[in-house]
């Protein structure tokens, strides 16, 4: 009897229990709703911050299961008359889970079989946008195959829908590597199939800049369709029927435009197009298995497999039709896009029968059924665009700004790939420098009457444009391919970097053949090739980092004829000292002057005066001076900085290393998760490291350096002083960590400064310009942290503190006055985004920074320039018994190298399919400060046979092409 009592008396509390949390999730589940109607945007131009502004983020994910969708009622035209255009189409990652080799067999069934049916089957149509993948099929096809590509292309049954090589990330990579991707993929397809892409895809890359937008129309594309971009930024535009926009750049008022078409819901793939129920739209996914439709609905909701509607054709079309109206009333016209395909879909005729023969089926249905309202065909995306753009009464929204980060669920935001596997995105980014220097060498060759090209050097540089531009897709410089794929791109980034080198070396001897020599004892001496292919002269500090065959040696100097025995220049080198980094690596630091388009010799040799550096511990320096600053350090490592320029400015900063805390636990799959390649998952910790006190190190009349270590990170700050260096603007920081040892963390370096910045704080967007980002307390951590490419600012009005960066990283403002620029990540679990493993692999990595500290902004652009395109450095041949004394181009071909001083070169690129020199140039603001900007640098450009591949504009922070042919050689 106490035993029923008490089980009823229980009974009755957990049902009331269960009945008022019930209440609640209804409640809150409704308030949530009502909130997400409430403030419509009816400004037809705004910007993406004014959407971020409006929004109010689900704060747990209990009230929100399947966050990545948002309701669809049918409120207003309701049953319209629709055209639907079909759109089959597959994606084909070059390099994620495997490399793009090993992807490539599958790629070339695909093709195969899309070709012969396009062939075959008139009323068909089909998309594709990985060039890279097209180019491969193109080299292995034989000539009947290449004949029905050109015919369907031709045609307009095959649309290529990306101009690059490859669908390229669009945070982290830089403005050289994307336009570089992009002349890859047109010059290609103008070449090869005589196509240029109108309508651009960026199906995959995990957010949208606004950068990449703009390229597109640098490169004559004039319709975009996106993906990738925050579910609630999406739901916010679908409120307002502003999910096709035309996306400006906050720089022009004027123009350039692309109209924009944005897909409301989570993918790309069938399951995700129909409409807002995807148990509905799965139906209508004939290549799906049984299965492969799990976790796209509800609990409570009826499963129904992948060809269920084959067996129940009309009920299943009409609940397909109500998908179409509710995802229609998102958009302003009655034309609807309806895509068709998946992850390399169509590799077999099976799947090609049964899927387009099935759809085919359902177009002839419509066109039975009138009272469906529904007209549907197959069609490509340009059609689309025209249709749309016909269709519309009602105008389109401008909207200016970017889609990052991206949020696909909850509070999840893919922000942590911005920092992902540093060691791989330090490599790409040198490899891609080094392409840009040999390229610049292989056009002056190319434009010079008395010079040929080494043998097999063009073949070879075609194959590293190739890794270069793949490099950036996005799986593989955002990190987040399969260890396995990113060991063997390691090892291809390497071998290219190293014979890049080769490359140069054989051009620098070509063009240094009619000057003098020097004797060199391969024993004890090693010599390296300096070389400032700008039009401007450079005076300022290189490194080099010394052969292991010079380890041995205590002590170094300059030999002949970088010493005081040789060289039939007049400017100056000397060496400053030899640093020893960690795993016994020297590196010599080394002043020295170098005229515009010119290279020199400098040799070091084992034997000398003493040199080495040597930190002295527990020493401060007081004050440093500078041409533009004071600074006067602590022993704690708080520096004072006043500029010379204002007396009374004052700015103090200190450096720190902080550990982030993410998530490592996640009980219920899909419900909470947990950080990994692609997510930053913060879980409110922050520890800050705890470092020694600043120890001096190596001073002279060029430079001083402190350091200070904080266990797994140490630091170097170098103060410049030498005047009329660009160095002297800047303090540069060389930082070297290693988490191996831990787990679950983020590493970031933090500048705190005593600067009022207002929660506000500045972000390069790919390089081409600064983006204002505020820190906004409604998101975490990981929402408020975005892609810097190149630099990253914060200003309280008056001074500016700028750090530029070697490569891509995230960063942020937490608190007033501050950045945040991640390091580095460890996370051993998976955050179930695809790649079913954690990163692991991490290695003890270095990160060099420069902090600028100034009266105004325009610094910035001009000094992330100069330091990511300094001298390049290449060691010559160890077993030389002569090297040249350097080179000078001939002014005539250094005209292909920079068209006009306004203007600073952002790709030097050389198209061996047609044998022509391209370069893209950025116009610079008015409020850039470079110090060459007036220089007379008119090398006579009107000589050369150019072409402008783009037209020239007038806007701030343009890009301009232009394209140089080749002179006859006698």
């Known amino acids: ?227 990738r971009a925050n579910y609630l930024v999406k739901e916010r535009l679908a ?30 793939a069938v399951p995700f197009n129909c409409g807002p129920e995807k148990r509905v739209c799965c139906m209508f996914d004939f290549w799906r298995g049984r299965g492969g439709c799990d976790g796209m609905y509800w609990p409570w909701e009826t499963p129904h497999a992948p060809g269920y509607a084959l067996d129940n054709w009309e009920s299943s079309v009409r609940l397909l039709v109500q998908q179409y109206q509710l995802k229609a009333s998102l958009f302003r016209t009655n ?38 309202k529904v007209t549907a065909k197959f069609s490509n995306l340009s059609s689309y665009f025209d249709s749309i753009r016909s269709g519309n009464r009602e105008g389109w929204s401008t909207i200016t700004g970017d889609f990052l980060p991206y949020m696909d669920r909850w509070n999840e935001f893919w922000s942590g790939y911005f920092t992902t596997r540093p060691f791989l995105k330090l490599i790409g980014r040198r490899v891609l420098t080094a392409l840009g220097v040999v390229s610049r060498l292989v056009s002056e060759c190319e434009l010079s009457t008395t010079c040929q090209h080494p043998d097999g050097v063009l073949e070879s540089l075609e194959k590293l444009q190739q890794l270069s531009n793949n490099f950036n897709h996005h799986d593989y410089i955002t990190g987040t391919a399969r260890s396995y794929v990113v060991r063997k791109l390691m090892v291809q980034l390497r071998d290219g970097l190293s014979s890049l080198s080769e490359m140069f070396v054989q051009y620098a001897q070509l063009f ?16 390296f090739l300096v070389s400032n292919l700008h039009p401007w002269p450079f005076r300022g500090f290189v490194h080099i980092e010394l052969a292991h065959t010079l380890h041995g040696g205590d002590s170094f100097s300059l030999g002949s004829p970088s010493g005081n025995g040789g060289g039939g220049t007049h400017t100056e080198v000397k060496l400053l000292f030899v640093q020893e980094k960690t795993g016994k690596t020297k590196v010599a630091w080394i002043y020295i002057e170098l005229e515009p388009f010119s290279s020199r010799t400098v040799v070091l040799k084992k034997s000398g005066t003493v040199i080495d550096e040597h930190f002295k511990e527990g020493r401060s320096l007081n004050a440093v ?42 009980p219920l799959k899909y419900i909470s998760n947990r950080s990994g390649a692609y997510v930053f998952l913060h879980d409110g910790s922050r520890n800050a490291m705890r470092g020694d006190s600043l120890r001096q190190g190596v001073t002279s009349e060029y430079l001083s350096r402190v350091s200070q270590s904080f266990g797994a990170v140490n630091y170097t700050m170098t103060f410049f002083k030498r005047e009329g260096t660009v160095e002297s603007q800047v303090v540069q920081l060389d930082v070297d960590f290693d988490i191996r040892h831990l787990t679950s963390v983020d590493l970031a370096m933090v500048l705190k400064t005593n600067l009022k910045s207002n929660s506000k704080f500045f972000a390069d967007s790919n390089g081409l310009k600064p983006v204002e980002r505020t820190y906004r307390a409604k998101f975490p951590l990981q929402g408020n942290t975005y892609p810097m490419s190149s630099y990253c600012q914060i200003s309280d009005g008056e001074v500016w503190v700028s750090v530029i960066s070697e490569h891509g990283h995230g960063v942020t403002s937490t608190r007033d006055g501050e950045l945040v620029v991640f390091l580095d990540r460890t996370h051993p679990n998976d955050d179930w985004r695809g790649l079913n493993e954690g990163i692991t692999d991490n290695q003890p990595g270095s990160a060099s920074f420069w902090i600028s500290i100034s009266g105004d902004r325009g610094d910035v652009l001009w000094l992330a320039h100069h330091f990511n395109s300094k001298p390049s450095v290449v060691p010559l041949p160890e077993k030389s018994s002569k090297v040249p004394e350097g080179f000078q181009l001939e002014p005539k071909a250094a005209a292909a190298s920079d068209f006009h001083c306004a203007s600073r070169v952002v790709s030097s690129h050389f198209d061996v399919a047609t044998n022509s020199s391209i370069i893209a140039t950025q116009k610079m603001p008015p409020w850039n400060k470079s110090p060459f900007r007036n220089t007379d640098c008119d090398h006579n450009p009107q000589v050369l046979n150019h072409v402008p591949l783009t037209p020239p504009r007038a806007d701030i922070f343009s890009i301009n092409v232009y394209k140089f042919q080749s002179v006859v050689k006698p």
Do not use: C
């Not at 409120?239 to 924009?260: K, V, Y």
């Not at 034309?335 to 005729?349: A, C, K, N, Q, Y």
């Open 335 to 372: 034309h609807l896009l309806v895509l068709i395909g998946d992850d390399f879909r169509f590799s077999g005729h099976i799947a090609w029968s049964s899927q387009i023969g099935t759809y085919r089926r359902l177009i002839k249905y419509f066109s039975d059924q009138p009272e469906l």
């Open 625 to 666: 001076g500078t041409p533009h600053h004071v600074f006067t350090l602590t022993s704690s490592g708080e520096v004072r900085s006043r500029l010379r320029s204002l007396p009374e400015s004052g700015v103090k900063f200190r450096i720190g290393f902080d550990l982030f805390g993410t998530y490592t636990s996640a």
């Open 1 to 227: 009897m106490m035993w029923r009592k008490v089980r009823r008396l229980v009974s009755k509390r957990v049902s009331k229990w269960v009945l008022a949390g019930l209440v609640v999730y209804i409640l809150m589940s409704v308030s949530s709703r009502l909130d997400r109607r409430r403030q419509p945007l009816s400004n037809h131009n705004f910007t993406t911050d004014s959407v971020l502004d409006a929004i109010r983020p689900v704060r747990h994910p209990l009230f929100q299961l399947y966050s990545d969708d948002f309701p669809v009622s049918l409120t207003r035209d309701e049953g319209r008359q629709l055209t639907v255009h079909f759109v089959p189409f597959s994606h084909t990652d070059p390099g994620w889970l495997r490399s793009t080799e090993d992807y490539f067999h599958d790629v070339q069934a695909i093709l195969d079989v899309v070709t012969d049916r396009l062939h075959r089957e008139p009323d068909a149509t089909f998309v594709w946008s990985e060039v890279i993948f097209l180019k491969m099929w193109w080299e292995r096809a034989s000539e009947d195959e290449r004949r029905r590509l050109v015919s369907v292309v031709r045609s307009g049954q095959m649309e290529i829908v990306y101009p690059a090589m490859v669908m390229h990330d669009e945070a982290v990579t830089d403005l050289t590597s994307l336009i570089n991707n992009l002349l890859s993929g047109t010059l290609w397809l103008r070449s090869t199939l005589n196509v240029t892409v109108k309508t651009a895809w960026s199906a995959d890359p995990f957010g949208l800049s606004s950068t990449s937008a703009y390229l597109h129309t640098v490169f004559n594309v004039t319709n975009l369709l996106v993906q």
């Open 239 to 268: 409120q307002s029927r502003d999910l096709e926009f035309l996306w400006r750049q906050d720089w022009s008022e004027s123009g350039p435009l692309i109209l924009t078409s944005m897909n409301p819901f989570k993918l790309y």
């Open 512 to 527: 240094a053949r009619r000057l003098p020599s020097w004797p060199i004892d391969p024993e004890s001496e090693r010599a």
